[in-house]
């Protein structure tokens, strides 16, 4: 069975604060690597797909790192904002004809002021 | 920008009565993607189809479950019977025809059996 964790489970900060989750995937047959923003009653926003050993990626203060060897990435906020409230869902695939994607359970983030 | 939409955000249904989830599509993409999710549960994949034909189905979508591409740009999730544990959040999803690209998710449909 293909298991995806996330962790922690819900994150409450500052605002301000930096913060960082984990998700955790099967190191074998990796193909890429999903995050995830999601607010209620949106569709889920796409922020990264990572594929090599060691990638590193940003957009704005939200940045993504990829460990395929040891199957972890974690995602980090800088300086977290109110509108950085929301589900982040890490999704791993292990390629294939469809490229389904394996979800972890998210990890609920909310800033306060 | 274009986005994925999907109709309706809500529906109530009563147990063993037929349900069509509808999605459209960003227009250039070639797969599509029906995922769902069970109230504190992961997110989890039903069906994924390509060229007019599933490509691939997962053990929770069986013959009470289609899906059809009536026309170029709508694509439809259909459940013939519902049953109470068919109460989900239904997404779907589409992609380039690249396997690495991103998959992108409409808002969804919240279905409720009663």
Redesign the interface.
Known sequence: ILN?EQSPQSLHVQEGDSTNFTCSFPSSNF??L?W?RWET????E?LF?M?LNGDEKKKGRISATLNTKEGYSYLYIKGSQPEDSATY?C?YSY????????????TLLAVQP | EP??TQTP?HQVTQMGQEVILRCVPISNHL?F?W?RQILGQ????LV?F?NNEI??KSEIFDDQFSVERPDGSNFTLKIRSTKLEDSAMY?CAS?EIR??????????TRLLVL
């Not at chain 1, 390629?95 to 998210?106: C, E, H, P």
């Not at chain 2, 992961?42 to 994949?45: G, N, R």
């Open positions: 995806v193909y890429a999903h995830y009653a949106k569709s889920p796409a797909v594929t869902l999704a390629g294939g004809a469809t490229n389904k994607l394996i979800f972890g359970t998210g | 986005e994925v955000s797969y993607y995922y992961k997110v989890e994949f994924s390509y490509s691939e997404f992609r396997e690495r690209e991103t998959q992108y998710f409409g808002p969804g």
